[in-house]
């Protein structure tokens, strides 16, 4: 069993920049692709951005491409989000999540997910 803790959300004026960190424990995260999704209030989930296993290759959704960038330490089980130059329809609860298939994170099927963590930007 994965658990998976986001941590680094917070209030940010447009503009701005913060660092999301998703850390597991439990388990090593060996060959699991790390996704991050995020959920606004009164929508659904959608998908954000995404890294396999070697980093090698990484996923952008269009809204967030050139602004957002993903990475992980592999040695440290944590992978982490950075946000720069945020706008106020970037709000949301920002969930991590980890899948043995990209395709099936990519979809939005991951196998363990976190808790998530408030991500606010003020106009």
């Known amino acids: 069993q994965v658990q998976l803790v986001e941590s680094g959300g917070g209030l940010v004026q447009a503009g701005g920049s913060l660092r999301l960190s998703c850390a597991a424990s439990g388990r090593t995260l060996s060959g699991y692709t790390m996704g991050w999704f995020r959920q606004a209030p009164g929508k659904e989930r959608e998908f954000v951005t995404a890294?396999?296993?070697?980093?090698?290759?990484?996923y952008y959704a269009d809204s967030v491409k050139g602004r957002f960038t993903i990475s992980r330490d592999n040695a440290k089980n944590t992978v982490y989000l950075q946000m720069n130059s945020l706008k106020p329809e970037d709000t949301a609860v920002y969930y991590c999540?980890?899948?043995?298939?990209?395709?099936?994170?990519?979809?939005?099927?991951?196998?363990?997910w976190g808790q998530g963590t408030q991500v606010t930007v003020s106009s």
């Open positions: 890294i396999i296993w070697s980093g090698g290759s990484t």
């Open positions: 999540a980890a899948g043995l298939y990209v395709r099936k994170v990519l979809g939005g099927e991951g196998d363990y």
